[in-house]
């Protein structure tokens, strides 16, 4: 699903549930953990890419996913990620001066343009 709506500006909550999800996953092995973890963590390094509304909230959860496996590697991953993180969360602040101004709830409308049908092909104003 997250490669249909995963670049959405609406689309934190998704990613967030989806990461809560795989933290579930029970495993029985130290290979399963070691995979379940490189699977996390490649998930929030993808998430904290789109510029969406948790992105902070996920920058956070990441810095403390990669702390508490290890500090000495989450240094490395951290700085590596903090600009990506930054340029997201500064694309998300320009949309949102747009998706703001957005009425979610109003229905589309038809234009007010006039409209004249000629052999099955409409002309207008506004084509």
Not at 93 to 117: C, H
């Amino acid at each position: 699903m997250l490669n249909y709506v995963g670049n959405d500006v609406a689309s934190g909550p998704v990613w967030m549930e989806y990461i809560a999800f795989l933290k579930s996953m029970p495993v029985m092995t130290p290979q399963e953990e070691s995979h379940r973890m490189t699977t996390i963590r490649k998930v929030y390094q993808k998430a904290i890419l789109v510029p969406t509304s948790h992105v902070e909230q996920l920058w956070k959860d990441y810095d403390n996913f990669e702390n508490s496996v290890s500090r000495t590697l989450a240094k490395g991953l951290l700085s590596e990620y903090q600009p990506k993180f930054n340029s997201a969360k500064a694309v998300y602040r320009e949309r949102k001066k747009y998706i703001d101004d957005i009425d979610w709830n109003m229905l589309a409308t038809p234009s007010t343009g006039s409209y004249k049908k000629s052999n099955s092909v409409w002309h207008g104003k506004d084509f």
